[in-house]
């Protein structure tokens, strides 16, 4: 664990994205050219989490959507009313700058994100992501997010359970 700290905020103009290196390109270039026009188009939220000098060391995109209520493990649906789908928070992407990993703080981003969205006074069942790989899946399960039974690379948490 780093003794570093960082500050969570809204993504804003004035953070300079260029520098931005998780070792996942694609991740880089969407934070670096793409999400401030989801942004704008209100198809996302970015949060990144600063370096007390500023630096961008992590981000993630939350963004609504819903779950179908058949993709969910039938415990979990039983006790849900009958709707097609409920409402979900996507947690679209998640990453950390190379020179933050292992430190926790993607960890701690997740955790933010749930926070978030828990705290919203949109009403949302469960927080849900996509996870790239095997060891992202690793990561979230690590965490106590839970593989939808026919998507093993879709994990979701319910809000309920986010204190």
Do not use: N, W
């Not at 996302?44 to 609504?64: E, K, M, R």
């Not at 415990?75 to 849900?80: E, I, P, Q």
């Amino acid at each position: 664990m780093s003794d570093a700290t960082f500050r969570i905020v809204t993504l804003a103009a004035a953070h300079d994205r260029r520098p931005f290196d998780s070792g996942c390109a694609a991740l880089d270039r969407y934070l670096q050219h793409q999400v401030t026009q989801d942004i704008r188009r209100r198809v996302t939220a970015c949060f990144v989490a600063l370096t007390q000098d500023g630096q961008i060391a992590g981000y993630y995109t939350l963004a609504s959507a819903s779950l179908r209520l058949s993709e969910l493990p039938a415990a979990t649906a039983k006790k849900l009313p009958r709707y097609p789908a409920v409402p979900a928070v996507r947690m679209g992407r998640l990453a950390v700058h190379r020179q933050f990993h292992g430190q926790g703080l993607g960890g701690a981003l997740l955790a933010d994100a749930l926070q978030r969205a828990a705290r919203s006074e949109i009403a949302a069942f469960a927080l849900i992501v996509e996870a790239k790989d095997e060891r992202a899946v690793a990561f979230y399960q690590h965490h106590g997010l839970i593989a939808l039974p026919d998507s093993a690379r879709t994990l979701f948490l319910p809000l309920s359970m986010v204190r």
